[in-house]
């Protein structure tokens, strides 16, 4: 019995080590290509995108640091959300000692309609722990932190990264120029993107993350940061959609009310009706990718130049 009830504690003491050890340190983690800890370890950046996996998807990082000498950064989470944004940003500004000559930020429409929540557990892998309670207190605020979600946010998300580290690292690390894909994407054809379901007709807008729009803007303005918002070209399917178009307006409205820069997809010389483009609505193959990431280099070089 005395046995049995000291592998238990022992047990207890590892998972209890294993669980403080994440909160506190996994941003501390010596992950490549890809995170809040990477971008630092690059030192002074031309160009840091900020997104979900829409960038991480239709930005093209070997095309990107060519035209860039690798003075350029995504950093990029799926469903990345504004609200978690702009935490983001403020935990890169606070812990960087380093220079950042343009913050990109994604221009998702949909983002206006998204909940507080926990989208990626990446997000919380790459936070201090002052960072993760921002989040937490915000998630708080819009009614999302029941006990399964405060045991999902603080246990275990994020935990099988930590336990197979070594061996997913360098798997994870070369996916970061291939749109976080182990190989070519390529598009699944047209018959496939137009007969794609999808509704966002019921989307309602969430006023928090709204407000971040602002806050961004603000955050930015403050530090003397030079930034601009970016829309990726979607399939044509989507950008038509009524409710696409109607919180793209609304995005804009916020921007243009702020003088704050903004990039659409329509300045970008790209077919967005071009099947061949995309893998899904909003993610494009990798023949897409590179197309769009040169056409937007060249704007970007613009806007650097103003």
């Known amino acids: 019995m005395k046995k049995i009830m000291i592998t238990l504690a022992a047990a207890l003491i590892i998972i209890c080590s294993a669980v403080v050890f994440k909160n506190v340190y996994s941003c501390e983690m010596p992950v490549k290509n890809r995170g809040i800890r990477d971008a630092i370890n690059c030192g002074d950046l031309d ?6 996996s829409t960038f991480r ?3 093209d990082m070997p095309l ?46 949909m983002m206006l309609t998204q909940d507080v929540s926990l989208s990626d557990s990446r997000v919380i892998w790459d936070l201090y722990w002052e960072g993760k309670k921002a989040l937490w207190e915000r998630m708080k605020e819009s009614g999302n932190t029941d006990l399964s979600m405060m045991y999902e946010y603080f246990i275990t998300s994020g935990m099988d990264d930590l336990v197979t580290f070594p061996v997913t690292e360098p798997f994870y690390s070369t996916r970061y120029y291939k749109g976080a894909k182990t190989g070519e994407t390529a598009s699944p054809g047209k018959e496939v993107l137009e007969n794609e379901v999808f509704d966002i007709s019921g989307e309602e807008y969430v006023d928090a993350q709204i407000k971040a ?32 178009t109607e919180c793209k307006k609304r995005y804009i409205e916020i921007l243009e009310g702020q003088d704050a820069p903004f990039i659409l997809a329509d300045d970008v010389d790209f077919d967005c009706g071009d099947p061949d483009l995309f893998e899904d609505m909003n993610h494009m193959s990798a023949k897409g990718r590179r197309a769009y990431t040169a056409e937007l280099i060249k704007i ?7």
């Open 300 to 306: 970007l070089k613009k806007t650097e130049d103003k």
């Open 57 to 59: 998807a239709n930005i």
């Open 64 to 109: 990107m640091d060519e035209a860039y000498d690798g003075r350029v950064y995504d950093i990029s989470y799926g469903g990345n959300e504004l609200v978690a944004t702009v935490i983001q940003y403020d935990e890169i500004k606070k812990r960087s000692p380093h220079d950042y000559g343009l913050f990109v930020f994604e221009l998702g429409p």
């Open 213 to 244: 729009v602002s806050d961004i803007i603000k955050k930015c303005r403050d530090d003397g940061q030079a930034f601009v918002f970016v829309e990726s070209p979607c399939y044509r399917r989507l950008i038509e959609d009524p409710k696409y």
């Open 47 to 52: 160009v840091l995108f900020l997104g979900s």
